[in-house]
């Protein structure tokens, strides 16, 4: 996905037709994951209230009336359940941030965004250890964690599918140009012509795009096959 960075005027709302759907599904895929995540977390995983956080850390095995009788969780499973989502949970929300990177928003709202979505899930997998330790702050940061955690993917996976599909709309009814894309990664210098260092290296042109942008209009660096000698 780095790649994205390095191309010249790529943007979410320019992606062509396979890109695009591509991220929809995934974008979608995210959001049922986090409706799925909610129903389970709301009931026997931390729970969102402070008596289900508790037993599901402490186990409630002395309430003869529970529902559900859980455990108390060893401090070997309590390192597992960190090890099993640290990286998974990480990992997506790295993917689904990166991607917000390419839409429009404001620096400030994706710092915040960033920070919200990986604090909390500091909050989520650390609170654990810190309620087996006897701590009642963290039975509030596991429930807060957990639902910042499930607010940041699905409100930057939204905001993608909004650039992907309706934003590009809205800006055409309004009469409004697309907004600027980020600067890539590596900008070519001002001291070297695009043309010349393309035709040295023999690298495609930096500001075409095999993922969309661009990708319909001829490379003005290499001759076509129609003007090619023979």
Not at 138 to 153: D, E, K, W
Not at 193 to 221: E, L, R, T, V, Y
Request: aromatic share 10%; net charge negative.
């Amino acid at each position: 996905m780095t790649r994205f960075y390095k191309q010249s005027g790529f943007t979410l709302a320019r992606s062509n037709t396979s890109t695009r759907w591509l991220l929809t599904l995934f974008f979608l895929t995210v959001i049922a994951g986090c409706v799925v995540a909610a129903v389970q977390y709301s009931s026997s995983a931390g729970g969102f209230s402070v008596d289900n956080a508790r037993e599901w850390v402490l186990g409630n095995e002395d309430d003869l009336d529970a529902e559900e009788l859980m455990s108390e969780k060893t401090p070997r499973e309590l390192l597992s359940f960190i090890h099993d989502h640290i990286f998974s949970l990480g990992m997506l929300l790295f993917v689904v941030l990166h991607l917000f990177e390419l839409t429009p928003w404001s620096t400030g709202v994706k710092v915040t965004l960033s920070f919200t979505g990986f604090g909390s899930l500091v909050g989520l997998l650390f609170s654990p250890l810190a309620i087996a330790s006897g701590s009642s702050l963290a039975l509030f940061t596991q429930i807060i964690g957990g639902s910042l955690l499930l607010l940041s993917l699905v409100l930057g996976s939204l905001a993608c599918l909004d650039e992907l599909w309706w934003a590009p709309r809205r800006r055409n009814r309004a009469g409004k140009a697309d907004p600027p894309a980020s600067n890539p990664l590596f900008p070519a210098k001002d001291s070297v012509k695009p043309d010349s260092a393309n035709h040295d290296s023999g690298s495609p042109d930096s500001g075409s795009c095999p993922m969309g942008f661009g990708s319909d209009q001829k490379n003005p660096g290499k001759p076509s096959s129609e003007d090619s000698p023979g």
